[in-house]
């Protein structure tokens, strides 16, 4: 992150995930035009969210899921065990994008992955973000696909 952003990230409690929903309303249902009704979904309360909050308040979030969740949503993914972090709806607003920030909220979900004692993370990428992640380390792999929202996804991988 630059050192004019200095941007706290953190594990969002129930009164925050009202702060954690306005960045991607923002991101994906505004700038991207994701019906709000497919953005947010039951996993929500299941998931493990992250918040990246600076002077101006919040401008990131992060969640993933483990266990059960993680199993239930993405079986069709080969996530079939409990060793697998599922990292999703990774939102960065507008003023902080360029920061690093996207990139410290990724490897947050790592580090509390590693914490839990969790062997891998798997996410569903937007391909116009392939090269971003590939630099942290992942990789992609099956075919390109539309996870509903319209826009061509691939999954990535990376084992901790």
Do not use: N
Request: proline content about 6%.
């Amino acid at each position: 992150m630059s050192r004019d952003a200095p941007y706290v990230i953190r594990p969002a409690g129930p009164a925050e995930l009202a702060d954690c929903f306005a960045v991607r309303r923002e991101v994906f249902v505004v700038e991207q035009r994701i019906p709000e009704a497919e953005e947010m979904d039951a996993y929500d309360t299941d998931a493990v969210h992250l918040l990246a909050t600076g002077p101006a308040g919040p401008v990131g979030t992060v969640r993933f899921l483990h266990g059960g969740p993680a199993r239930r949503k993405y079986a069709h993914a080969g996530v079939d065990d409990d060793t697998t972090a599922v990292l999703g709806r990774l939102a960065v607003g507008g003023a902080a994008r360029g920061t690093g920030l996207g990139a410290a909220l990724v490897r947050a979900v790592e580090d509390e992955a590693r914490r839990l004692g969790l062997a891998r993370v798997y996410l569903e990428a937007q391909t116009h973000a392939l090269g971003f992640y590939e630099r942290m380390g992942y990789a992609a792999y099956g075919p390109e696909f539309d996870e509903g929202s319209g826009i061509p996804h691939r999954a990535m991988a990376k084992l901790l």
